[in-house]
Nanobody
Framework: QVQLVESGGGLVQAGGSLRLSCAAS????????MGWYRQAPGKQRELVAG???????NYADSVKGRFTISRDNSKNTVYVQMNSLKPEDTAIYYC?????????WGQGTQVTVSS
């Protein structure tokens, strides 16, 4: 059974940085897509950043230039480096991994940015 385990969330002041990690276990295949979504209170879940197995990336406009996504295919692990954090980045961040029609989610990690 595939499991995604996230780590690295926490409380940080505006302008600070955090690095989130997500390790996938129980998988014998490489995920075509891995990414990070976030959901703030009262808002819909949105894609923050994604990366394909070939290294192609995409970002939400709100995080371009501040967040960097990367992955280690040998470890089935995806990271997101978040710099210049803003209070509006406060949300629960969820890891997502997909292969074909199958998609998996992590349990979420809280990121809180204080002003």
């Amino acid at each position: 059974q595939v499991q995604l385990v996230e780590s690295g969330g926490g409380l940080v002041q505006a302008g600070g940085s955090l690095r989130l990690s997500c390790a996938a276990s129980g998988s014998t295949f490489r995920f075509n897509f891995m990414g990070w979504y976030r959901q703030a209170p009262g808002k819909q879940r949105e894609l923050v950043a994604g990366i394909t197995s070939g290294g192609r990336t995409n970002y939400a406009d709100s995080v371009k230039g501040r967040f960097t996504i990367s992955r280690d295919n040998s470890k089935n692990t995806v990271y997101v480096q978040m710099n210049s954090l803003k209070p509006e980045d406060t949300a629960i961040y969820y890891c997502n991994a997909a292969e074909g029609s199958r998609a998996y989610w992590g349990q979420g990690t809280q990121v809180t940015v204080s002003s």
